[in-house]
């Protein structure tokens, strides 16, 4: 069976120019260390252990921080029957299935490859959607595992993960001991400014990318299922009802809010500033790309009619 989630070529392409552009600023980066520092290399192996660590184990890692729990197709046979369906049409192996017991309505799928990867739905999702619009979020889910967006946005992450333990190295080193000359002093600030400018620039560019790889999921689950509106439908809910979870589970979301179907954080990021730093697009912009898609399979079935 040919797989229904085809390569997407704009979303490749976002992603290599990113990789690229990012892993220029990592060879300017390392240059400016060296120039500056004698201890980088130390920096950068813990950063690279985080990493390490971060890539091989995210799904156990954001499952325990989520209090997200492996469910068997006895425990939950309508989830499981759901993403059989969805995986045998996307010719795709089928993930781990977890569940996590919060009131917010939401997914996220984790793992570095289609082979290691969990979906993981909260029990406020289960409870809220109808079967076609838990279809379509659950096929977002799947197109992230299919494009492997989790592993490239962890990687990606590395340099802003490098350059924010600089700043606090270069903080709590002994270069701010009670000795300290002007010469350790200028070294202090260009360190401090190089990997701040270093940590703004990669995380914009994370989060552009963060942005598209949404817009990409979205249209490949509406093309997956053909029902456009049922994800549109699913969104609208779940963002209108996130505003009124408790605030507990909110502040446990947080920190996954860019690996969610919807930012764990409601507000009106689209519409100011700050939608440049936003892991989502504005809930109006995912609308209006269903739409545009419901219209074209509209007139796609009409041509076949005629």
Same mark, same amino acid.
Request: hydrophobic share 50%; proline share 3%; glycine share 6%.
């Given at each position: 069976? %040919?797989?229904?989630?085809?390569?997407?070529?704009?979303?490749?392409?976002?992603?290599?120019?990113t990789l690229f552009l990012l892993g220029l600023l990592y060879v300017i980066f390392v240059g400016a260390l060296v120039v500056?520092?004698?201890?980088?290399?130390?920096?950068?192996?813990?950063?690279?252990?985080?990493?390490?660590? %971060?890539?091989?184990?995210?799904?156990?890692?954001?499952?325990?921080?989520?209090?997200?729990?492996?469910?068997?197709?006895?425990?939950?046979?309508?989830?499981?029957?759901?993403?059989?369906?969805?995986?045998?049409?996307?010719?795709?192996p089928k993930p781990e299935v977890a569940v996590s017991d919060m009131d917010l309505p939401n997914a996220f799928a984790t793992?570095?490859?289609?082979?290691?990867?969990?979906?993981?739905?909260?029990?406020?999702?289960?409870?809220?959607?109808? %079967?076609?619009?838990?279809?379509?979020?659950? =096929?977002?889910?799947?197109?992230?595992?299919?494009?492997?967006?989790?592993?490239?946005?962890?990687?990606?992450?590395?340099?802003?993960?490098?350059?924010?333990?600089?700043?606090?190295?270069?903080?709590?080193?002994?270069?701010?001991?009670?000795?300290?000359? %002007?010469?350790?002093?200028?070294?202090?600030?260009?360190?401090?400014?190089?990997?701040?400018?270093?940590? =703004?620039?990669?995380?914009?560019?994370?989060?552009?990318?963060?942005?598209?790889?949404?817009?990409?999921?979205?249209?490949?689950?509406?093309?997956?299922?053909?029902?456009?509106?049922?994800?549109?439908?699913?969104?609208?809910?779940?963002?209108?009802?996130?505003?009124?979870?408790?605030?507990?589970d909110l502040r446990t979301a947080q920190a996954f809010s860019a690996f969610y179907f919807a930012p764990a954080i409601s507000?009106?990021?689209?519409?100011?500033?700050?939608?440049?730093?936003?892991?989502?697009?504005?809930?109006?912009?995912?609308?209006?790309?269903?739409?545009?898609?419901?219209?074209?399979?509209?007139?796609?079935?009409?041509?076949?009619?005629?």
């Amino acid at each position: 069976m %040919q797989s229904r989630f085809e390569p997407d070529r704009r979303l490749t392409a976002r992603m290599a120019v990113t990789l690229f552009l990012l892993g220029l600023l990592y060879v300017i980066f390392v240059g400016a260390l060296v120039v500056l520092l004698k201890s980088w290399v130390l920096v950068v192996v813990i950063a690279g252990g985080m990493l390490w660590a %971060q890539y091989w184990f995210s799904d156990r890692i954001a499952l325990y921080a989520m209090h997200g729990r492996i469910v068997t197709p006895e425990e939950e046979p309508h989830l499981h029957g759901v993403i059989d369906r969805l995986c045998a049409t996307a010719d795709m192996p089928k993930p781990e299935v977890a569940v996590s017991d919060m009131d917010l309505p939401n997914a996220f799928a984790t793992g570095r490859n289609a082979d290691h990867a969990v979906i993981c739905v909260t029990t406020g999702l289960l409870r809220r959607l109808e %079967q076609d619009e838990l279809e379509g979020v659950l =096929a977002h889910e799947l197109s992230h595992v299919a494009h492997r967006d989790v592993a490239v946005i962890t990687v990606a992450s590395f340099l802003g993960v490098i350059a924010g333990l600089v700043v606090r190295f270069a903080l709590y080193s002994g270069m701010l001991g009670r000795r300290r000359d %002007q010469n350790t002093v200028v070294i202090l600030m260009a360190v401090i400014g190089v990997s701040a400018a270093v940590y =703004a620039i990669s995380f914009l560019l994370i989060r552009a990318l963060s942005r598209y790889r949404e817009l990409a999921a979205d249209r490949a689950a509406a093309m997956l299922t053909g029902r456009p509106s049922a994800l549109a439908s699913a969104l609208t809910k779940v963002s209108g009802d996130i505003a009124r979870i408790p605030t507990k589970d909110l502040r446990t979301a947080q920190a996954f809010s860019a690996f969610y179907f919807a930012p764990a954080i409601s507000g009106e990021a689209g519409k100011t500033i700050s939608q440049l730093f936003s892991t989502h697009p504005s809930l109006e912009k995912r609308l209006e790309q269903l739409a545009s898609i419901s219209a074209r399979l509209g007139g796609q079935s009409a041509d076949q009619r005629s």
